[in-house]
C-alpha cells in the first residue's frame, strides 16, 4: 500500500500489494465460490465463500478506504450502498433527517422501507438552516454535497458537529464532489457513500456502490448486511473499477478544467440562467427557456450524448425534469463534462445553443 501526501499520486497506486517479480501490478480477478476451507473454522468467519468476500473486492475496498480515510465495503450499485448504510443502522422508532430535493432514491427507501417499519423520515431541503431545525430527536442525517441536481454546498465540519450534539449520526454521499476533493470522514462524518458508477471509476461501464467507515461496529454490520441479504458485487467489476481508479485523478483535473471554461462561456450568454458549478466535479448545470428548447439544445449536441448518468469520459447531459423526480424547472439541463479537448466539448454545447434558438 503506498502512503504519499498527493492524492492524485496515491489513487494510482491504492491498494495494489507489494511488487513482486514477475507479477502483475493489479493482480487479476479472482474468479470462485468457494475457496479451500479445511478443518472446523471458528464462526463468524469470512473466508471459504465468496458471498463473504474475495481477494478482489479486499483489493479494491483497501484502495478506496485509502482515499476516503476509513475502511470501505463494496456493494453491487450505489443503491445498494445507500440501502445497507441505512437499513443496516435505523430500527422503529428512530428518526432519519434526508434532502427533499436530492437524489430519488433515498426518498424511495424512506417512503417504501423505513416509515413502513416505524422510521420516522423529515424530508428538508439541501440547506443547513433546515437541516438544523430538523435535529431535535434525530437519530442519524443524511446529506449530499454538493446535492444532485441542485449542486448545494454544505459546509460539513460545523454540521457534522452539530449533529453529534443532536446525539445523531452523520452520513454523507460524496458521489458528486469524490474522494480526492472531499473526505467526509475527516470532517467529521460517520459514513460516507459513493456511487462507484460515475466519477471513481468513470467509464460508463460499471455500476458499483461503496460504504466508507471508522467505527468497527457499524463496519460489521454493513458486512453482515452485505453477507445476509447477498448484495454482493462480482469481482470482474470490482477488478475493473480497481483498474478504473488509477486515472480518477487526470481525469478529474480535465473535467473540471473545462467545468470552468463552460460555466465562464455559459454565464456570457442572454439565452441561459441560473448557471451552478460547485467547482469541484464534472457536473455543470443550467437552465434553458423551456422543455422544447432543451430537448433541442440536446438534440444539436454532437459529443455531448443524452445519457442519465454523470462523470464518466463521454460528456453527456440531460433534461433532469424529464423524469418527474425533482423540483426544477423544465428547461433544467445537467451536464457532465468528460474527458474530450475542452475547447471541443465548450464549442459543440455553445454551437448546440445557437441552434436550439
Not at 448484495?231 to 477488478?239: K, N, Q
Not at 480497481?242 to 454565464?267: F, I, K, M, P
Not at 450524448?305 to 439541463?333: L, Y
Request: some cysteine; proline content about 7%.
Amino acid at each position: 500500500m503506498c502512503r504519499v501526501d498527493d492524492p492524485e499520486t496515491r489513487v494510482v497506486h491504492a491498494g495494489l500489494p507489494a511488487p513482486v517479480d514477475g507479477a502483475p501490478f493489479l493482480p487479476g480477478p479472482v474468479l470462485a465460490a468457494p475457496f479451500h476451507l479445511r478443518g472446523d473454522p471458528e464462526l463468524p468467519t469470512r473466508e471459504g465463500y465468496a458471498r463473504f468476500t474475495t481477494p478482489t473486492w479486499e483489493a479494491f475496498e483497501a484502495a478506496v478506504g485509502e482515499l476516503e480515510g476509513g475502511s470501505t465495503v463494496l456493494f453491487p450499485s450505489g443503491m445498494a450502498a445507500l440501502s445497507a448504510a441505512l437499513l443496516s443502522a435505523l430500527r422503529p422508532g428512530d428518526v432519519l433527517v434526508a434532502p427533499s430535493d436530492a437524489y430519488p432514491g433515498v426518498r424511495a427507501v424512506c417512503h417504501d422501507h423505513l416509515e413502513p417499519i416505524g422510521v420516522e423520515c423529515r424530508l428538508v431541503p439541501t440547506d443547513e438552516a433546515a437541516i438544523r431545525a430538523a435535529l431535535p430527536g434525530a437519530t442519524a442525517v443524511w446529506v449530499e454535497s454538493p446535492s444532485n441536481p441542485g449542486l448545494d454546498v454544505l459546509d460539513l465540519a460545523p454540521l457534522a458537529a452539530d449533529v453529534h450534539a443532536a446525539g445523531a449520526v452523520l452520513l454523507v454521499d460524496n458521489t458528486l464532489a469524490g474522494p480526492l476533493r472531499v473526505r467526509p470522514l475527516e470532517l467529521g462524518a460517520d459514513v460516507s457513500m459513493l456511487s462507484a458508477s460515475k466519477q471513481l471509476t468513470g467509464h460508463s461501464d460499471l455500476v458499483l456502490g461503496t460504504v466508507t467507515v471508522r467505527d468497527p461496529v457499524r463496519l460489521a454490520a454493513l458486512r453482515a448486511w452485505r453477507t445476509t441479504v447477498g448484495a454482493i458485487p462480482g469481482a470482474v467489476e470490482a477488478w475493473l473499477a480497481h483498474r478504473s481508479l488509477a486515472t480518477l485523478g487526470v481525469r478529474t483535473a480535465r473535467q473540471e478544467d473545462t467545468a470552468r471554461a463552460l460555466v465562464a462561456a455559459l454565464r456570457g450568454r442572454e439565452d441561459v440562467t441560473d448557471v451552478r458549478w460547485p467547482q469541484v466535479g464534472p457536473v455543470v448545470c443550467f437552465t434553458l427557456r423551456d422543455a422544447a428548447t432543451a430537448r433541442a439544445f440536446l438534440g444539436h449536441c454532437r459529443l455531448v450524448a443524452e445519457a442519465t448518468s454523470f462523470g464518466g469520459v463521454h460528456s453527456s447531459a440531460e433534461r433532469r425534469a424529464r423524469w418527474g423526480t425533482d423540483a426544477v424547472a423544465e428547461g433544467w439541463i445537467r451536464l457532465s463534462v468528460g474527458v474530450e479537448a475542452t475547447a471541443d466539448v465548450v464549442a459543440d454545447v455553445l454551437a448546440a445553443l445557437d441552434l436550439a434558438g
